[in-house]
């Protein structure tokens, strides 16, 4: 992780869900020159979150979950944010 984008990312869901694990990969540099990429170096990234927040949620309310917790950066700030979230002892 690196960038400002990406220690925001961190910074939000440290405090939205208080995670057990939490990677925010930037994955830009796989993507530059293709649809999405601004230059910035901080256009795609994976995040792969564990929290007991999680637990009894579905796939798609984890990921509106975090979505909601990053507020503008998904979708105006990034292009791409690809999602992993999962409960304490389930498999990332």
């Keep these: 992780m690196s960038g400002t984008i990406a220690r925001e990312i961190e910074?939000?869901?440290q405090h939205a869900f208080l995670p057990t694990r939490l990677d925010v990969i930037n994955d830009s540099a796989r993507h530059h020159g293709?649809?999405?990429d601004d230059g910035s170096g901080e256009s795609h990234f994976t995040v792969v979150i564990?929290?007991?927040a999680f637990a009894g949620r579905n796939r798609v309310e984890r990921q509106r979950m975090v979505n909601r917790a990053l507020g503008d950066i998904p979708g105006?700030?990034?292009h791409a944010l690809a999602i992993r979230a999962f409960a304490p002892g389930e498999t990332a």
């Design 34 to 36: 293709h649809a999405g």
């Design 50 to 52: 564990e929290s007991a």
């Design 11 to 13: 910074t939000l869901l």
């Design 76 to 78: 105006q700030r990034v």
